[in-house]
Protein backbone atom coordinates (compact mmCIF):
# COMPACT_ATOMS: atom_id res chain seq x y z
CA UNK A 1 0.00 0.00 0.00
CA UNK A 2 2.49 2.50 1.20
CA UNK A 3 6.40 2.92 1.22
CA UNK A 4 8.70 0.67 3.28
CA UNK A 5 7.82 2.22 6.51
CA UNK A 6 4.14 2.64 5.89
CA UNK A 7 4.41 6.88 4.85
CA UNK A 8 2.66 7.60 1.62
CA UNK A 9 5.01 10.51 1.14
CA UNK A 10 7.78 7.70 0.33
CA UNK A 11 5.54 7.05 -2.32
CA UNK A 12 4.79 10.25 -3.84
CA UNK A 13 8.68 11.02 -3.87
CA UNK A 14 9.39 7.39 -5.50
CA UNK A 15 6.20 8.19 -8.09
CA UNK A 16 7.85 11.69 -8.38
CA UNK A 17 11.89 10.57 -9.42
CA UNK A 18 10.49 7.88 -11.77
CA UNK A 19 8.44 10.91 -13.18
CA UNK A 20 11.96 12.94 -13.52
CA UNK A 21 13.45 9.69 -15.01
CA UNK A 22 10.86 9.39 -17.71
CA UNK A 23 11.56 12.82 -18.49
CA UNK A 24 15.10 12.71 -18.31
CA UNK A 25 14.88 10.37 -21.35
CA UNK A 26 12.59 11.86 -23.17
CA UNK A 27 15.04 15.11 -22.85
CA UNK A 28 17.93 13.01 -23.56
CA UNK A 29 16.44 11.76 -26.59
CA UNK A 30 14.80 14.68 -28.09
CA UNK A 31 15.36 15.75 -31.59
CA UNK A 32 13.51 18.83 -31.44
CA UNK A 33 13.16 22.26 -29.40
CA UNK A 34 10.06 20.57 -27.21
CA UNK A 35 8.89 17.35 -25.76
CA UNK A 36 5.79 16.86 -24.61
CA UNK A 37 3.78 14.49 -22.56
CA UNK A 38 0.67 13.64 -20.04
CA UNK A 39 0.19 12.09 -17.07
CA UNK A 40 -1.72 9.65 -17.67
CA UNK A 41 0.63 8.42 -20.01
CA UNK A 42 3.67 8.96 -17.73
CA UNK A 43 1.24 6.64 -15.00
CA UNK A 44 0.82 4.00 -17.62
CA UNK A 45 4.55 3.92 -18.59
CA UNK A 46 5.58 4.00 -14.15
CA UNK A 47 2.90 2.04 -12.81
CA UNK A 48 4.56 -1.32 -13.31
CA UNK A 49 7.57 -0.20 -11.61
CA UNK A 50 5.43 1.00 -8.72
CA UNK A 51 3.06 -1.86 -8.41
CA UNK A 52 0.19 0.61 -7.82
CA UNK A 53 -2.78 1.24 -10.43
CA UNK A 54 -1.74 4.08 -13.07
CA UNK A 55 -5.37 5.97 -11.97
CA UNK A 56 -3.52 6.43 -8.55
CA UNK A 57 -0.11 7.44 -10.26
CA UNK A 58 -1.64 9.63 -12.53
CA UNK A 59 -3.18 11.77 -9.52
CA UNK A 60 0.32 12.17 -7.84
CA UNK A 61 1.87 13.28 -11.40
CA UNK A 62 -0.55 15.35 -12.24
CA UNK A 63 -0.30 17.27 -8.96
CA UNK A 64 3.47 17.26 -9.52
CA UNK A 65 3.40 19.03 -12.77
CA UNK A 66 1.50 21.44 -12.06
CA UNK A 67 3.58 22.30 -8.81
CA UNK A 68 6.30 22.72 -11.64
CA UNK A 69 3.91 24.64 -13.52
CA UNK A 70 3.46 27.01 -11.09
CA UNK A 71 7.44 27.72 -10.69
CA UNK A 72 7.61 28.18 -14.46
CA UNK A 73 9.74 24.49 -14.76
CA UNK A 74 7.22 22.92 -17.41
CA UNK A 75 4.37 24.56 -19.53
CA UNK A 76 0.52 23.54 -20.31
CA UNK A 77 0.59 23.23 -24.26
CA UNK A 78 -3.01 22.20 -24.41
CA UNK A 79 -5.98 21.46 -22.89
CA UNK A 80 -8.41 19.24 -24.35
CA UNK A 81 -11.12 17.03 -23.30
CA UNK A 82 -8.41 14.49 -22.36
CA UNK A 83 -6.18 16.45 -20.06
CA UNK A 84 -3.49 18.73 -20.12
CA UNK A 85 -0.80 18.21 -22.51
CA UNK A 86 2.48 19.47 -20.97
CA UNK A 87 5.86 20.65 -22.35
CA UNK A 88 9.55 21.16 -21.47
CA UNK A 89 11.42 23.20 -23.97
CA UNK A 90 15.32 23.11 -24.81
CA UNK A 91 15.94 26.64 -23.48
CA UNK A 92 14.11 26.16 -19.84
CA UNK A 93 15.95 25.47 -16.40
CA UNK A 94 14.17 22.01 -16.11
CA UNK A 95 15.47 20.85 -19.48
CA UNK A 96 18.98 21.89 -18.08
CA UNK A 97 18.47 20.27 -14.95
CA UNK A 98 17.84 17.01 -16.59
CA UNK A 99 20.59 17.10 -19.24
CA UNK A 100 22.94 17.54 -16.09
CA UNK A 101 22.16 15.82 -13.46
CA UNK A 102 20.66 12.50 -11.94
CA UNK A 103 17.08 12.71 -11.06
CA UNK A 104 17.73 12.89 -7.33
CA UNK A 105 19.45 15.56 -7.31
CA UNK A 106 17.15 17.32 -9.56
CA UNK A 107 13.85 16.96 -7.23
CA UNK A 108 16.41 17.95 -4.43
CA UNK A 109 16.68 21.48 -6.60
CA UNK A 110 13.23 21.69 -7.24
CA UNK A 111 12.31 20.95 -3.66
CA UNK A 112 14.55 23.80 -2.06
CA UNK A 113 13.17 25.78 -4.92
CA UNK A 114 9.59 25.75 -4.11
CA UNK A 115 10.99 25.89 -0.09
CA UNK A 116 12.61 28.77 -0.45
CA UNK A 117 10.29 30.54 -2.94
CA UNK A 118 7.55 29.43 -0.04
CA UNK A 119 9.17 31.38 2.40
CA UNK A 120 8.54 35.00 0.19
CA UNK A 121 5.99 37.08 2.16
CA UNK A 122 3.52 38.36 1.52
CA UNK A 123 1.83 35.86 -0.41
CA UNK A 124 -0.19 36.55 -3.72
CA UNK A 125 -4.12 36.97 -3.33
CA UNK A 126 -4.02 33.49 -5.72
CA UNK A 127 -2.20 31.68 -2.70
CA UNK A 128 -4.23 32.65 -0.35
CA UNK A 129 -7.83 31.73 -1.97
CA UNK A 130 -6.01 28.56 -2.48
CA UNK A 131 -9.47 26.02 -2.79
CA UNK A 132 -7.32 23.29 -0.52
CA UNK A 133 -7.47 25.80 2.49
CA UNK A 134 -10.26 26.03 4.81
CA UNK A 135 -11.68 29.16 5.52
CA UNK A 136 -10.74 31.42 8.08
CA UNK A 137 -12.32 34.24 10.12
CA UNK A 138 -10.68 37.59 10.82
CA UNK A 139 -7.56 36.97 12.80
CA UNK A 140 -7.58 33.34 12.80
CA UNK A 141 -4.05 32.05 11.28
CA UNK A 142 -3.09 28.54 10.23
CA UNK A 143 0.09 27.04 8.92
CA UNK A 144 -0.02 26.13 5.81
CA UNK A 145 0.95 22.30 5.17
CA UNK A 146 2.21 22.61 2.14
CA UNK A 147 4.41 26.02 2.15
CA UNK A 148 4.79 25.80 6.02
CA UNK A 149 4.38 29.89 6.45
CA UNK A 150 1.68 31.16 8.51
CA UNK A 151 -0.73 33.18 6.64
CA UNK A 152 -3.71 35.58 8.20
CA UNK A 153 -6.93 36.72 6.52
CA UNK A 154 -8.15 40.07 7.42
Not at 63 to 86: C, D, H, M, P
Not at 91 to 99: F, K, V, Y
Not at 102 to 110: E, F, G, H, P, W
Request: charged share 25%.
Amino acid sequence: MAGNNGSPIIDNRKIKLLVLQFLKDLVMNAKGQLVTFRPAKIAQEISAKTRRSPRAESVVIRNFFEELVEYKLIQVIKKSARGKVYGISRNSMLWNLLEHYDTQSVLAIIENMMKSESLNIPFPSSTLSNNNMPNLTVGETEVNEKTNARTETI
